[in-house]
């Protein structure tokens, strides 16, 4: 069994910063990509940014220059910076992970969100 757990969401005032992180634990074999993600009130969940395991980056063009993605593969933990926000990066924020596990198996999971609130 896999889980991702998220933390670092919250309340911030716009052009604020926060940062957030997602652990991963279990039966873990190796993790590829891994990724945020966000869905507003009333909209599709949207890919943030993505981070391969040798490091590459992908953002939303609507993040680029403001979010960073990073991970740690010792401690199988993927974070994302996040600066100069507005109150339109106002979401759930989702963690991703490609992750084949001790038995062989490879699945796409998900951690259970963490609330991004930016306003005055």
């Known amino acids: 069994q896999v889980q991702l757990v998220e933390s670092g969401g919250g309340l911030v005032q716009p052009g604020g910063s926060l940062r957030l992180s997602c652990v991963a634990s279990?039966?873990?074999?190796?993790?590829?990509?891994m990724g945020w993600y966000r869905q507003a009130p009333g909209k599709q969940r949207e890919l943030v940014a993505a981070?391969?395991?040798?490091?590459?980056?992908h953002y939303a063009d609507s993040v680029k220059g403001r979010f960073t993605i990073s991970r740690d593969n010792a401690k199988s933990t993927v974070y994302l910076q996040m600066n100069s926000l507005k109150p339109e990066d106002t979401a759930v924020y989702y963690c991703?992970?490609?992750?084949?596990?001790?038995?062989?198996?490879?699945?796409?999971?998900w951690g259970q969100g963490t609330q991004v609130t930016v306003s005055s």
């Open positions: 279990g039966s873990i074999f190796r993790i590829d990509n």
């Open positions: 991703n992970a490609h992750i084949w596990v001790v038995a062989g198996a490879f699945g796409n999971y």
């Open positions: 981070i391969t395991s040798g490091g590459s980056t």
